[in-house]
């Protein structure tokens, strides 16, 4: 399968810890997205990469939240100090052109 | 501030019937995509749509995007129990931005 991979898909942490996620886009796609999405709620943006380049940040995006893309493939999202607020569905997606791919997600639980 | 207006939120209907979402918005949007979520999955991608008054068709889901690009309906005909799920439609801002503008999704249940 060729698509979007997340890792992990699940993580619990108690409050206070770091925890970081990585994504693995499609091959081709020089574009890597990251969302957030609470329960019954639509996916909400926090920033995106073009190749290596991060070129939007939500104010969604706390100083606690880094994220890096460093050779313009994989990414990772760290979590510094996480709180309860923080517990979510992290959704990463790519694209090449006008549609993004999202992934299966990894689900934090903040304790 | 850009903002996705769906309805209904939730949709529950018996096998066979047809439906419609709706989504709108006072914003045009450069493009719009339809996503179909699973509990504790990703969105997948239903269809993109690109240009005003366009109308795509993907089996029983008929999809349009408004002449002027701030609204878009999904139609459902003959739903069936796999249809279930939530739909989300997405606006895209236009090639400066990477940022999807998501609707609060429409929950679908088809019974038996």
């Known amino acids: 399968d060729t698509g979007v991979s997340q890792d992990p898909r699940h993580k619990i942490t108690k409050r206070g810890q770091n925890v970081t996620f990585r994504c693995d886009p499609i091959s081709e796609h020089n574009r890597l997205y990251w969302y957030r999405q609470t329960l019954g709620q639509g996916p909400e943006f926090l920033t995106y990469f073009q190749n290596e380049a991060q070129l939007e940040k939500s104010r969604l995006l706390s100083d606690r939240f880094s994220a890096e893309r460093p050779k313009g493939s994989f990414s990772t999202l760290e979590i510094q100090r996480t709180e309860q607020g923080d517990s979510a569905m992290y959704l990463c997606?790519?694209?090449?052109?006008?549609?993004?791919?999202f992934g299966p997600g990894t689900r934090l639980t903040v304790l | 501030t850009q903002l996705l207006e769906q309805s209904p939120q939730f949709l529950s209907i018996q096998e066979g019937e047809n439906l419609t979402v709706y989504c709108n918005s006072s914003?045009?949007?450069?493009?719009l995509q339809w996503y179909r979520q699973e509990p504790g999955e990703g969105p997948v991608l239903l269809v993109t749509v690109v240009t005003g008054g366009e109308v795509k068709k993907l089996k029983r889901l008929t999809f349009q995007f408004g002449d002027a690009r701030k609204d878009s309906s999904l139609h459902i005909t003959a739903a069936q129990p796999g249809d279930t799920g939530l739909y989300l439609c997405?606006?895209?801002?236009?090639?400066?931005?990477?940022?999807?503008?998501f609707g609060q999704g429409t929950t679908l249940q088809v019974k038996p």
């Open positions: 997405a606006g895209a801002g236009g090639s400066n931005t990477g940022k999807l503008i």
């Open positions: 914003s045009v949007f450069s493009s």
């Open positions: 997606a790519s694209s090449l052109g006008t549609s993004r791919y």
